[in-house]
């Protein structure tokens, strides 16, 4: 797995994200406007901790009881995420990984598929099952 910040920066500019936009004060263009919240096509998985492992997702809180979050961005999110960062990173179809580590919000970013940022989730936030919560008819 590569360094996130070894990543080639979206500017296409083709240089490491460490040594373009990164450090910089270089702003998402104007055009990213974020408009209505929309969560069309987003994928979410939840990560839950080892006490977990045998819970049925019908009788989980998704929202109170995992530690974390893998999602694939799309549009709203990659630019909502790119905006509170002030620098372009993640584009639609990007993974990646939210979760509380001591009452803050911790993000790691630009991954290519699930499995990667869920290994990343495993290792960060100690997540032992992925799951998406069940969908009721």
């Given at each position: 797995m590569n360094e996130p910040l070894s990543i080639p920066c979206n500017c296409g500019s083709g240089l490491p994200l460490k040594d373009?936009?990164?450090?910089?004060?270089?702003?998402?263009?104007?055009?990213?406007?974020?408009?209505?919240p929309d969560y069309t096509g987003v994928t979410i998985y939840y990560g839950f901790k080892r006490k977990y492992l045998k819970a049925s997702p019908f009788n989980l809180d998704f929202d109170r009881q995992s530690?974390?979050?893998?999602?694939?961005?799309?549009?709203?999110?990659?630019?909502?995420?790119?905006?509170m960062l002030q620098f372009r990173m993640l584009?639609?179809?990007?993974?990646f990984v939210m979760g509380r580590q001591y009452g803050q919000m911790k993000f790691s970013f630009k991954y290519s598929s699930a499995e990667d940022a869920m290994s990343v989730a495993k290792e960060k936030f100690a997540a032992e099952r992925f799951l998406q919560p069940p969908e009721f008819i």
């Open positions: 373009c936009c990164l450090f910089t004060n270089r702003r998402p263009e104007p055009n990213d406007v974020l408009g209505e530690c974390c979050q893998v999602l694939q961005a799309n549009m709203y999110l990659a630019n909502l995420h790119n905006q584009k639609p179809g990007d993974w």
